[in-house]
Each structure stands twice: as C-alpha cells, then as structure tokens.
T-cell receptor, first 115, second 116 residues
Framework: DGGITQSPKYLFRKEGQNVTLSCEQNLNHDAMYWYRQDPGQGLRLIYYSQIVNDFQKGDIAEGYSVSREKKESFPLTVTSAQKTPTAFYLC??????????????FGEGSWLTVV | AQSVSQHNHHVILSEAASLELGCNYSYGGTVNLFWYVQYPGQHLQLLLKYFSGDPLVKGIKGFEAEFIKSKFSFNLRKPSVQWSDTAEYFCAVNAGGSSNTGKLIFGQGTTLQVKP
C-alpha cells in the first residue's frame, strides 16, 4: 500500500540524549514535512523539504535537525536542546508545489517522551 | 505572515444536531484551504479542500465548507452529526498559485464531542 510510515510509534528519550524519528514515504512525493502537535496549539511546522538535499526551517526548528538524502526518507533528530517533555510528531508529504493545489498527506505519528 | 484562527476549541453536540465550525485566516494573496480531521487514535485525514472555483466544497462523510473571500473565512458545516463524528478538526491554509511553498499553516484545532 502507498503511504507514509513513521517509526517508532512510541519512543522515550533520556535528558541529554539525541533521538531520531524515521519517516518513509512511497508516494513518490517530492516535498516532505515534520510537524509537532501540541494540545490547544494545533500543528506547528518544524522543518520541511521540497526536494532532495534541500530543507528549510519551519516555525519551531530550535532543538531539531533533519536530513534529506533520499526522496523517500526525511528523518528528524530531536536533540538534547529540545526541552518539550512529551510531544506528538507528524511527518507529511505532498506533490511538488507546481502541482495545482498540492494536498499534504500525513503519517500516523510518533509519541516522544523525555524520561 | 499567514495565520489561521479556529474560534471554537471544544464543541459538544447531540446526535442529529447541525454543526458549524468557524475558521478565519490571515493572508492577502491567493490561498488553498483545507479541513483535516483526526479521529481518536487515528492519523490526520483530509476532509475537504478548496483551491479554486465553486466556493462551496463538499467533502467526505457529508461535510461541506464555504469559502467567503470577503470574510477570509472557510467554515465547516454538517447538517446532522453522528456519534462517529467525534474527533478533532483542523483548518489549514497555504499560499496558492506561484507563491505556494507547500507548507501548511494550521489552526489550533476544535475538539468535537457528539453525545449519542
């Protein structure tokens, strides 16, 4: 089946530790995104990438890093500088912006908790 | 900068009641508008979208939304809700046309609880 796969679904991070969330898509989408969903604040953009080997910071990029070495993969590293204790992370992808009205599709999300 | 505001944070309705969730956005140019839904324990799904043309768009499960450009609004409606509509609803916008970068700006979300 075509779709976006995030792993792991649940992850625990110790303070001072970096962890990486995986996101893979087989939709042949050029653009990929990482959002964080916080209660009462909706979804906020962390990083996005419109093409391989290129990415831009979103609204809450501090404490995060990404890479885009392959079209189908957009891993997110949560560094020790990120202080949010528990958060839900959503990966998404879409067709290129030149495509009329590109729709963004989401993965099932990953919960990350600092212990 | 773009922003999206959803007026209702938590809505409680009885089955068969009518639903309208407000959404206003702030952006001066052409926009693409979306409503996403997140059912309990499930991933975010597209409910409906507006890119151009008829400002009244119909989505899945009997939902519809009307784009009123003069009011910068894109309210979601359903004439008769069901218990299965209990979910969180997000309005989102991105810049349309040549200004489109793909990234979506989301509202804060509205939790809808439908009582059987």
């Amino acid at each position: 089946d075509g779709g976006i796969t995030q792993s792991p679904k649940y992850l625990f991070r110790k303070e001072g530790q970096n962890v990486t969330l995986s996101c893979e898509q087989n939709l042949n989408h050029d653009a990929m995104y990482w959002y964080r969903q916080d209660p009462g604040q909706g979804l906020r953009l962390i990083y996005y990438s419109q093409i391989v080997n290129d990415f831009q910071k979103g609204d809450i990029a501090e404490g995060y890093s990404v890479s885009r070495e392959k079209k189908e993969s957009f891993p997110l590293t949560v560094t020790s500088a990120q202080k949010t204790p528990t958060a839900f992370y959503l990966c998404a992808s879409s067709l290129p912006r030149r495509t009329s009205g590109n729709t963004i599709y989401f993965g099932e999300g990953s919960w990350l908790t600092v212990v | 900068a773009q922003s999206v505001s959803q007026h209702n944070h938590h809505v409680i309705l009885s089955e068969a009641a009518s639903l309208e969730l407000g959404c206003n956005y702030s952006y001066g140019g052409t926009v693409n508008l979306f409503w996403y839904v997140q059912y309990p324990g499930q991933h975010l799904q597209l409910l409906l979208k507006y890119f151009s043309g008829d400002p009244l768009v119909k989505g899945i499960k009997g939902f519809e939304a009307e784009f009123i450009k003069s009011k910068f609004s894109f309210n979601l409606r359903k004439p008769s809700v069901q218990w299965s509509d209990t979910a969180e609803y997000f309005c989102a916008v991105n810049a349309g046309g040549s200004s489109n970068t793909g990234k979506l700006i989301f509202g804060q979300g509205t939790t809808l609880q439908v009582k059987p």
